[in-house]
């Protein structure tokens, strides 16, 4: 099955990146601005920072990427030095505008990259964002513009999540957690927060997907636990699960 997926991948490539066939092969002895990890690191700053709005403590990095806050220390004043962030004692680290264009355009390849394997290669949404953690750290802009242009320009990627165009820009989604609804309110769901593999699987075996509305039927006091009905079928959901779902009123 696998193989059969990766076949139909090289096959569509060739259709795609025909034009760019010569700037492919060049790429690999062109000068890499950043290595795969600092552009790990770009990304993942770059989410705590979308969130959080302000300063990014080293220990909250440290905790996304899962490795050792000196690791993170070495990692800073090497982005430091490469004009890409600022860090301030107390304050935690911000991108500056060269870092947050960085980062944007590995965020724009990832996503592109997962719409990719789910419109033309029939991966589902939990299988789609290990390979596009590979994918995305390809350095040619043609062959990511090629691909976007391919796809139509999608606008979100298969998990909800807004994809920047080449020029860094989103198009802001409104959007409120599941949680945050009381009982007879619904919406329609437009995304996710924990694109883990085992949380989608699980989002698919309760019929739970974009485009579906939920129907919140009650709420329970004690654990925040919600009782929803999607099309007919009627499920309870802990408070974990309705915090990671993105719904648009």
Not at 51 to 59: D, E, H, R, V
Not at 114 to 126: I, Q, Y
Not at 191 to 210: A, C, P, Q
């Amino acid at each position: 099955m696998f193989s059969t997926k990766i076949n139909k991948f090289l096959v569509l490539s060739k259709k795609i990146f025909k034009k760019n066939k010569k700037s492919l092969y060049l790429s690999r002895y062109l000068k890499i601005m950043f290595s795969l990890s600092e552009e790990n690191y770009l990304k993942s700053i770059f989410h705590l920072q979308t969130i959080s709005g302000k300063g990014i403590s080293t220990s909250a990095i440290a905790k996304k990427l899962d490795t050792k806050p000196s690791s993170v220390t070495d990692m800073i004043k090497k982005l430091a030095d490469k004009q890409v962030l600022v860090y301030k004692k107390y304050q935690g680290v911000t991108l500056t505008n060269s870092g947050m264009k960085a980062a944007t355009n590995i965020v724009r390849k990832h996503r592109l990259w997962e719409v990719f394997l789910v419109e033309k290669l029939n991966f589902s949404w939990d299988e789609v964002h290990d390979v596009a953690e590979q994918l995305e750290h390809i350095k040619s802009p043609k062959l990511i513009n090629e691909l976007d242009a391919f796809l139509g320009f999608p606008k979100k990627d298969p998990h909800g999540d807004p994809i920047p165009d080449k020029e860094g820009n989103f198009q802001k989604i409104e959007k409120q957690l599941l949680s945050t609804l009381d009982e007879k309110q619904s919406g329609i769901c437009v995304g996710v927060s924990d694109s883990s593999s085992g949380f989608l699987k699980y989002l698919d075996n309760n019929n739970i997907s974009l485009g579906k509305k939920i129907e919140v039927l009650s709420k329970e006091p004690f654990d925040g636990s919600l009782t929803i009905l999607i099309n007919t079928k009627k499920i309870t959901i802990s408070k974990k699960i309705s915090n990671n779902i993105y719904i648009q009123s």
